[in-house]
């Protein structure tokens, strides 16, 4: 039995932040469902959309955000699902939503996919973190991909 995926699903995922203070904060979003960990907004590239076009519409289905300016892409991560060998691909970006933003609040997901309908708590964080994201989106959470998190001092 060979454990080769040979399927690729992309995926985009962004990482929002404001300037609120003195600081930068993190958008994270939690579920109704209590052992769902935060995450961020982001979801599957429908046939015939670019991954920045995915990007948006996930943000907006999934918060209500929109037009939000893309600071940089900040890398791809790729993971196989061997049970159901489906490579997953996930391009992570940076955002910047205005300072303006609320501080929390729920939203209702929007869209066909199989979360819409779904309640969510949006909140903004700062470090340091003690909330894994799930799905390798940890891998862009540090001082080295998102300096803006973290002030000089913390970045030792």
């Not at 300037?19 to 209590?34: D, I, K």
């Not at 989106?137 to 991909?145: E, G, K, T, V």
């Amino acid at each position: 039995m060979t454990n080769t995926c040979n399927t690729v699903l992309e995926k985009a995922g962004g990482f929002i932040l404001r300037f609120h203070g003195e600081r930068y904060e993190l958008l994270l979003f939690r579920r109704s469902e209590p052992d769902i960990p935060l995450q961020i907004p982001g979801g599957s590239v429908e046939p015939g959309e670019t991954v920045e076009a995915a990007l948006h519409r996930e943000i907006w289905e999934e918060s209500g955000l929109s037009n939000l300016p893309v600071r940089r892409k900040l890398g791809i991560s790729e993971r196989c699902r061997l049970k159901t060998k489906v490579v997953v691909r996930r391009h992570c970006f940076l955002l910047e939503a205005p300072s303006t933003t609320a501080d929390s609040w729920e939203h209702i997901i929007q869209g066909t996919g199989n979360d819409a309908g779904r309640r969510v708590m949006y909140r903004w964080v700062y470090p340091p973190f003690n909330c894994p994201l799930p799905d390798n989106y940890s891998l862009f959470l540090n001082p080295i991909h998102i300096p803006e998190l973290w002030p000089r001092k913390l970045r030792r």
